[in-house]
């Protein structure tokens, strides 16, 4: 499983640098802005510059409305900054032919200026609490606009988390379709280290990761600590080699 971590900017992007050791992915976005808030795109450019540069930077490209042109000229204009992963917030759209005409937009607009670039379909676990599309959904989404990876994360952050929304059972389904569909599964939403057990199980590609590795577990008010992205991840390794010793894994 990949750990992405999300800073806020700059400053929380050095202490990913600090902690690079143990996370893949470096995915910038502007929390104050919503769940997938964009940030600007000279932020992109400034932490790709500050982190290793065999670390992908992904760019989160917001809660996007249902507007196909406007979503894939912000997802081009994230890639320009620097990001190789493209993630999108699917906010705005009820249905999935929606989904798929938005996210075919940013794939077009991504994989001609880089077509090495991953692009990422998110939707929300809880997808009923704003009347997006339903988090079963995403997979197919995914496939049929040619993204990489399908993710689910939560929309509001009130303290839910992501298990609250979709069960352990319904998010290994959602692992199941993703992989049956040839993509990588990426889940986020509040997830702590108690979780990692469950994630792991279900064959979970990217864990998703802010709050936990802040200061106080606060997503707004704390900052990401290195000592905070080490000890989580030292939790991943822990139940990944846990996992691959129990007979259900082989
Ligand atoms: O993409 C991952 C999100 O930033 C998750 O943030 P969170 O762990 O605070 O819900």
């Known amino acids: 499983m990949l750990l992405l971590i999300s800073p806020d900017g700059v400053e929380e992007a050095l202490a990913c640098a600090k902690a690079a050791d143990h996370l893949d ?35 989160t490209v917001g809660d996007v409305p249902y507007k196909p042109g406007t979503v894939a000229q ?6 320009v900054s620097g990001a190789t992963y493209i993630k999108v917030g699917l ?14 937009g940013v794939v077009r607009a991504v994989k001609d200026f880089r077509p090495d670039a991953f692009v990422v379909a998110s939707g929300y676990a809880d997808a009923h609490r704003i009347g997006c599309v339903s988090p079963l959904a995403l997979p197919d989404i995914a496939r049929r606009s040619g993204s990489d ?32 569909a040839g993509l990588l599964a990426a889940l986020a939403g509040s997830v ?28 707004n008010a704390g ?28």
Not at 91 to 104: F, L
Not at 150 to 155: F, I, K, Q, Y
Request: glycine letters at 8%; aromatic letters at 4%; hydrophobic letters at 40%.
């Open 25 to 59: 992915i470096v995915d910038v976005k502007k929390p104050d802005e919503g769940s997938l808030g964009a940030n600007f795109p000279w932020v992109i450019r400034e932490i790709r510059g500050a982190v290793p540069a065999d670390k992908p930077v992904s760019a």
């Open 74 to 79: 912000a997802a081009l204009g994230a890639a």
């Open 91 to 104: 906010y705005g759209c009820t249905t999935p032919d929606q989904a798929i005409e938005v996210m075919r």
């Open 149 to 180: 990876a399908a993710m689910l994360d939560t929309a509001i952050k009130d303290g839910t988390r992501l298990f609250d929304h979709v069960p352990p059972e319904a998010c290994g389904e959602f692992v199941r379709l993703a992989h049956d």
């Open 192 to 219: 702590k280290r108690e979780d990692l057990a469950l994630l792991t199980r279900i064959g979970t590609d990217i864990v998703g990761v802010r709050g936990a590795v802040c200061e106080g577990g606060d997503r």
């Open 223 to 250: 900052r990401i600590q290195p000592r905070l992205v080490a000890e989580f991840r030292a939790e991943m390794d822990r139940h990944a080699r846990e996992y691959a010793a129990t007979p259900a894994a082989s």
